[in-house]
């Protein structure tokens, strides 16, 4: 049997390339079809991204309405203040309201707190909250992930809260420790992040979760309705004192400005001397704070801020020298101070500290007109007082004011209407006399930022 003949070379080489360029099309076709089916996935990604991005703003959750509840804000009037109606009284109107009153202020606070202090910020929220404000709530990273997811869902599930869009929770934690200077780093923090979220707030309020009002919201927004905006309230004195040796010529190391994990400060061996170009001011770290200051130590263009911050960086004692010292020496602000922070505190001890309030400092408190006060034990027995007899707040309800409409006492938030409406009471006649007597006193304007020999 003959075998059939060998193939020429002439058609091996021809069916070889017809195979080669069959295998490079069919390469070239695979290739183009994963690089569109990539070019046209990018695509959809990208789509998504901007629509996610687009339809809800980085410093808000997407799951919020886009506009407050039109009920508490149906129109940009001014406000009404209601009293009780006085037959003798020819301004008020047939409703007890008040045509003539100011538009009332906003106020935005910064409540902060550490490691067991999630209940009791929650408290402190409610105690402190009216529509018309804005809250930044933090826990500083001494606290569990668990207490602020807590703190956050807590906030969420609180129909009011939702409602007027005011409250927010810091995902961010810094580190606060009581001396150095990372306090200043996390309050300033707090306010810039307030001046982003709200357009529109006329005082800054730094609350400590130890700390407690004396007043109702209404009563201090009709209060503060009154007073020109500019006005900065602040304990502050150029008296140094014993401080020079304790907590401003001592140099430490503030771990909370560097490290994850919490830590001991450290303290250098060496000392320093006190600033010559600007004069130190000394207060406490409570203070009710314009918009314009606060701008100004953020935004502003005026360079002492950021030179007393990097001052202040290793100092034992920062929080309550930075804004006096920096108020008492721009002459922008130094005579919109008044000496007095509005908070009421035990007499100092020995050993330069403020000790615990508790129901034997009720009738003080009370008489004191402050609206503020600290600080207060973990033993809530004297807020429970504070509650009951000042603020009308019954347990986990917020404090009601002239924006609640409902008709049972445990839940009279539950319905709501105009948050401009106000309903000032007994604490702001006490607030009213203590200013009124303050400011009328000839030695207020002496008082301000004087340095002392």
Same mark, same amino acid.
């Given at each position: ?69 039109? +009920? ?56 402190? !909250? ?155 770290? +409570? ?34 020298? !930075? ?20 908070? !009421? ?48 707040? !019954? ?59």
């Amino acid at each position: 049997m003959q075998n059939p003949p060998p193939p020429s070379p002439t058609a091996t080489a021809a069916a070889t390339a017809a195979a080669a360029t069959a295998k490079d099309h069919h390469t070239r076709t695979t290739l183009f079809i994963i690089l569109a089916a990539s070019f046209f996935s990018l695509l959809f990604i990208l789509s998504l991204s901007s629509s996610s991005s687009s339809s809800s703003e980085p410093s808000q959750p997407s799951s919020r309405p886009p506009r407050p509840d039109p +009920f508490l804000f149906p129109n940009a009037q001014s406000h009404r203040t209601v009293f009780p109606t006085d037959p003798s009284s020819s301004s008020a109107s047939d409703d007890g309201a008040d045509a003539d009153a100011p538009p009332p202020p906003s106020v935005a606070y910064f409540v902060s707190g550490s490691a067991g202090h999630s209940a009791r910020i929650l408290r402190l929220l409610r105690a402190v !909250y009216h529509p018309r404000n804005h809250y930044l709530l933090h826990l500083d990273r001494f606290a569990p992930q668990a207490d602020r997811d807590a703190l956050a869902l807590a906030v969420q599930s609180s129909p009011i809260f939702r409602a007027a869009q005011n409250v927010d929770v810091l995902g961010r934690a810094d580190f606060a420790y009581p001396k150095g200077s990372s306090p200043i780093s996390a309050t300033l923090h707090g306010a810039s992040i307030l001046l982003r979220l709200a357009p529109r707030w006329d005082w800054f309020v730094n609350l400590n979760a130890l700390d407690y009002p004396l007043v109702t919201q209404d009563d201090l927004l009709h209060i503060l309705s009154y007073l020109p905006k500019d006005l900065n309230f602040v304990n502050h004195t150029s008296y140094i004192g014993w401080r020079e040796s304790r907590k401003l010529r001592p140099i430490i190391v503030d771990p909370g400005l560097y490290l994850l994990e919490k830590t001991e400060m450290f303290y250098a061996s060496q000392k320093r001397g006190l600033p010559n170009a600007y004069q130190l001011f000394s207060g406490s770290t +409570f203070g009710i704070l314009s918009r314009n200051f606060i701008e100004h130590c953020i935004l502003g263009t005026d360079n002492l801020p950021r030179t007393l911050l990097m001052y202040l960086s290793n100092t034992p004692s920062s929080l309550s020298n !930075y804004f006096p010292t920096i108020l008492c020496n721009s002459h922008q602000f130094n005579r919109t101070v008044v000496n007095t922070n509005l908070q !009421y505190t035990s007499n100092k001890s020995m050993k330069g500290e403020y000790p615990e309030l508790d129901s034997n400092d009720f009738d003080n408190m009370i008489k004191s007109g402050a609206a503020f006060a600290s600080s207060f034990p973990m033993d809530e027995s004297v807020l429970d007082r504070i509650d009951r007899e000042i603020l009308g707040r !019954y347990p986990d309800k917020v404090a009601p004011g002239g924006w609640c409409l409902g008709e049972s006492r445990n839940d009279t938030c539950s319905i709501w209407g105009d948050a401009d409406v106000l309903r000032p009471g007994p604490g702001a006649r006490r607030l009213e006399k203590f200013l009124v007597n303050f400011l009328s006193n000839g030695t207020v304007l002496s008082q301000q930022c004087v340095v002392l020999d």
